[in-house]
């Protein structure tokens, strides 16, 4: 649908493009930009996205500039001169930046050819990344009423799309939306002990490419290290991993040095590798939305591939307890808003724009708080416009002692305080009088059980004592604040969509299990219903249509069910462990052990094995 949409925005039309992942939306307002005289303004939420695209259009030599969080004054009105006097084709803007009066002037002075608005479902109080930063969009209509928009978004069902129209004031919009239906796409859904074993048995014929998602860095590492050994080729892939790494990995794994890519969802944006055969979550997606963009990142050459959920039981308790129960209310909000202007020393009535090295363990353990209600709550605030988090991985301290080492010894005779972090980094660290060093602070922090921001202190004290040379990179992320210190009354104003946001992530949840649990409508009808397809026919190919049961015969499942019940009275085990100690086939050993579930003889442990009733 790509020339059809260029051509209605070439026409000046108000355009409306629904594009599934992968669908080529970037294409879609890029080349109208470039054929048309004048500026295009692209309204973003994701600032990692802004930065690859003005990358990718530099490399081509095409000129493109992205303002966002941290810039000085002087720095911003220099960009905004250089968008309106410097022949650029391109100016990237978090919806953020349309607050400001300064930004606005400048538009109008723009000659501006198109508006692009990305993730446009963002501005709908239904869609599932609602972002009230997203109404300040309609300024621009105002600021040059005869300039079309075009708003491109992968998730909207069919309430959100004619909410994001009417919120955008677009007029008479031509409306492009592609089917979401993926005949070469079977969608499996498996309940599974040992998810490991699982992956093997599905990847162990498998020629192409895969990727397993996973939730946290910590299990990427594990799972990946697992693969290893069972000798399928992996990588891992998180948000921790830095910049050029990650460029790496990813085209390592695009040439095929790794089949296997585990990742968390920071593994999304511009993965565009069309032989992927299996997307394989391991752990209960926190939306349908979400889990459609990553599942459909499978088959996108056409062919045939397997989008695989495996999950078992405490999966379903676990994915409430992240994205339901760990919910920050609106008093958690005030608390943590508070906390964080003093952590960062932020006086009543100032901060708005201001940029902040932030470190999200040391913030916890400075106050005590429960990391994953914490975390919850610094995205809420990110998503609901009052701060921005950047994050900016890859980043450490660096430096090196410029006196002996017998004056460093006598100054910590002389300067008690910094002698256990002076000695600690010196154990640690050999050669940090000959060359600078790069060195951990969270390490010398467990090392020594003091806080980072103490250690910051000395360090500096140390440096300005002309001990050491520093070169301070504290933190992995950075903070920017997008509205000046009010305390209760900043988190009073967005209260509404607080409640609304926790409502709608509950909502979500139950969607994602709802999907689990139906194992009677075809998975792929299910999946674009809920995006408002309701004509879809059965695939033929997901695990309700073609749910690849063993063919069993009556007596052969009797004597497998008292084969595994004797197995069972000896101890707990899985699947994988009574399938290797009895001679049946897998797939027959797996019917039956459902039959003994669905006869109440036999259920699932605390671990995931299976014991007798």
Same mark, same amino acid.
């Given at each position: 649908?790509?020339?059809?949409?260029?051509?209605?925005?070439?026409?000046?039309?108000?355009?409306?493009?629904?594009?599934?992942?992968?669908?080529?939306?970037?294409?879609?307002? *890029?080349?109208?930009?470039?054929?048309?005289?004048g500026?295009?303004?692209?309204?973003?939420?994701?600032?990692?996205?802004?930065?690859?695209?003005?990358?990718?259009?530099?490399?081509?030599?095409?000129?493109?500039?992205?303002?966002?969080?941290?810039?000085?004054?002087?720095?911003?009105? /220099?960009?905004?001169?250089?968008?309106?006097?410097?022949d650029y084709?391109?100016?990237?803007?978090s919806?953020?930046?349309?607050?400001?009066?300064?930004?606005?002037?400048?538009?109008?002075?723009?000659?501006?050819?198109?508006f692009?608005?990305?993730?446009?479902?963002?501005?709908?109080?239904?869609?599932?990344?609602?972002?009230?930063?997203?109404?300040q969009?309609?300024?621009?209509?105002?600021?040059?009423?005869?300039?079309?928009?075009?708003?491109l978004?992968?998730?909207? /069902?069919?309430?959100?799309?004619?909410?994001?129209?009417?919120?955008?004031?677009?007029?008479?919009?031509?409306?492009?939306?592609?089917?979401?239906?993926?005949?070469?796409?079977?969608?499996?859904?498996? &309940?599974?002990?040992?998810?490991?074993?699982?992956?093997? *048995?599905?990847?162990?014929?498998?020629?192409?490419?895969?990727?397993?998602?996973?939730?946290s860095?910590?299990?990427?590492?594990?799972?990946?290290?697992?693969?290893?050994?069972?000798?399928? /080729?992996?990588?891992?892939?998180?948000?921790?991993?830095?910049?050029?790494?990650?460029?790496?990995?990813?085209?390592?794994?695009?040439?095929?040095t790794?089949?296997?890519?585990?990742?968390?969802?920071?593994?999304?944006?511009?993965?565009?590798?069309?032989?992927?055969?299996?997307?394989?979550?391991?752990?209960?997606?926190? !939306?349908?939305?979400?889990?459609?963009?990553?599942?459909?990142?499978?088959?996108?050459?056409?062919?045939?591939?397997?989008?695989?959920?495996?999950?078992?039981?405490?999966?379903?308790?676990?994915?409430?307890?992240?994205?339901?129960?760990?919910?920050?209310?609106?008093?958690?909000?005030?608390?943590?808003?508070?906390?964080?202007?003093?952590?960062?020393?932020?006086?009543?009535?100032?901060?708005?724009?201001?940029?902040?090295?932030? !470190?999200?363990?040391?913030?916890?353990?400075?106050?005590?708080?429960?990391?994953?209600?914490?975390?919850?709550?610094?995205?809420?605030?990110?998503?609901?416009?009052?701060?921005?988090l950047?994050?900016?991985?890859?980043?450490?301290?660096?430096?090196?002692?410029?006196?002996?080492s017998?004056?460093?010894?006598l100054?910590?005779?002389?300067?008690?305080?910094?002698?256990?972090?002076?000695?600690?980094?010196?154990?640690?660290?050999?050669?940090?009088?000959?060359?600078?060093?790069?060195?951990?602070?969270?390490?010398?922090? !467990?090392?020594?059980?003091?806080?980072?921001?103490?250690?910051?202190?000395?360090? *500096?004290?140390?440096?300005?004592?002309?001990?050491?040379?520093?070169t301070?990179?504290?933190?992995?992320?950075?903070?920017?604040?997008l509205?000046?210190r009010?305390d209760?009354?900043?988190?009073? !104003?967005?209260?509404?969509?607080?409640?609304?946001?926790?409502?709608?992530?509950?909502?979500?949840?139950?969607?994602?299990l709802?999907?689990?649990?139906?194992?009677?409508?075809?998975?792929?009808?299910?999946?674009?219903?809920?995006?408002?397809? &309701?004509?879809?026919?059965?695939?033929?190919?997901?695990?309700?249509?073609?749910? *690849?049961?063993a063919?069993?015969?009556?007596?052969?499942?009797l004597?497998?069910?008292?084969?595994?019940?004797?197995?069972? &009275?000896?101890?707990?085990?899985?699947s994988?462990?009574?399938?290797?100690?009895?001679?049946?086939?897998?797939?027959?050993?797996?019917?039956?052990?459902?039959?003994?579930?669905?006869?109440?003889?036999? &259920?699932?442990?605390?671990?995931?094995?299976?014991?007798?009733?």
């Open positions: 649908m790509q020339e059809e949409i260029i051509s209605s925005v070439l026409k000046k039309k108000d355009t409306v493009a629904l594009l599934p992942t992968g669908g080529g939306k970037t294409i879609c307002f *890029q080349v109208p930009a470039i054929v048309n005289k500026i295009c303004i692209v309204v973003s939420p994701l600032v990692a996205l802004m930065n690859d695209q003005v990358r990718d259009l530099k490399n081509r030599r095409i000129k493109a500039l992205a303002i966002v969080g941290g810039i000085s004054f002087n720095e911003l009105s /220099t960009l905004l001169d250089n968008a309106i006097y410097g084709k391109f100016l990237y803007l919806p953020e930046r349309l607050r400001q009066e300064i930004v606005q002037n400048a538009i109008r002075q723009m000659s501006v050819n198109l692009a608005i990305d993730e446009a479902h963002c501005i709908s109080q239904w869609g599932n990344d609602f972002r009230p930063s997203y109404k969009i309609n300024i621009l209509r105002v600021l040059h009423p005869l300039v079309p928009i075009i708003a978004t992968a998730t909207a /069902t069919p309430e959100v799309l004619t909410d994001t129209i009417a919120q955008l004031k677009l007029e008479l919009p031509n409306i492009f939306k592609e089917s979401f239906i993926r005949e070469n796409l079977s969608y499996r859904v498996q &309940k599974e002990a040992d998810k490991i074993y699982r992956i093997q *048995q599905l990847l162990k014929h498998n020629t192409g490419s895969a990727i397993v998602y996973v939730r860095r910590k299990s990427a590492v594990e799972v990946s290290n697992q693969l290893n050994s069972l000798g399928i /080729t992996s990588a891992y892939f998180h948000g921790g991993i830095d910049s050029e790494d990650k460029l790496t990995r990813l085209e390592e794994w695009r040439k095929g790794y089949s296997v890519m585990v990742a968390t969802n920071a593994f999304g944006m511009g993965i565009d590798h069309p032989n992927v055969r299996f997307v394989i979550h391991i752990q209960i997606p926190e !939306s349908l939305e979400s889990y459609f963009q990553e599942a459909g990142r499978a088959g996108r050459d056409g062919k045939k591939a397997i989008a695989v959920l495996l999950y078992n039981e405490y999966d379903k308790v676990l994915v409430k307890k992240q994205f339901v129960d760990s919910r920050p209310t609106v008093k958690d909000l005030k608390i943590l808003y508070r906390k964080l202007n003093n952590y960062f020393q932020i006086s009543y009535g100032e901060g708005e724009f201001t940029e902040h090295s932030f !470190s999200f363990i040391d913030f916890c353990k400075t106050y005590k708080l429960n990391s994953l209600l914490i975390y919850n709550g610094i995205s809420a605030l990110d998503r609901l416009g009052i701060i921005q950047s994050k900016q991985f890859g980043r450490k301290s660096i430096l090196k002692f410029i006196i002996s017998e004056k460093i010894l100054y910590f005779e002389q300067n008690i305080s910094s002698s256990v972090i002076g000695k600690t980094i010196l154990r640690l660290y050999g050669g940090i009088f000959d060359a600078p060093i790069t060195v951990n602070l969270e390490l010398i922090a !467990s090392k020594t059980g003091q806080s980072i921001s103490s250690i910051i202190n000395l360090l *500096q004290k140390m440096e300005r004592d002309n001990v050491l040379e520093l301070l990179h504290i933190t992995d992320a950075s903070i920017t604040f509205v000046p009010e209760d009354k900043t988190i009073n !104003s967005i209260s509404k969509e607080i409640r609304s946001l926790n409502q709608k992530k509950e909502k979500e949840v139950s969607f994602v709802q999907y689990i649990e139906n194992t009677k409508t075809c998975k792929s009808i299910q999946l674009v219903q809920y995006f408002g397809e &309701k004509n879809a026919e059965p695939c033929g190919i997901c695990s309700v249509c073609n749910p *690849q049961r063919t069993i015969n009556k007596k052969e499942a004597l497998i069910s008292e084969k595994i019940i004797q197995l069972l &009275k000896e101890s707990e085990m899985n994988r462990e009574i399938s290797e100690k009895l001679t049946f086939t897998e797939n027959n050993i797996l019917s039956v052990l459902q039959l003994l579930l669905d006869a109440n003889k036999i &259920k699932f442990n605390t671990k995931n094995q299976y014991c007798l009733i």
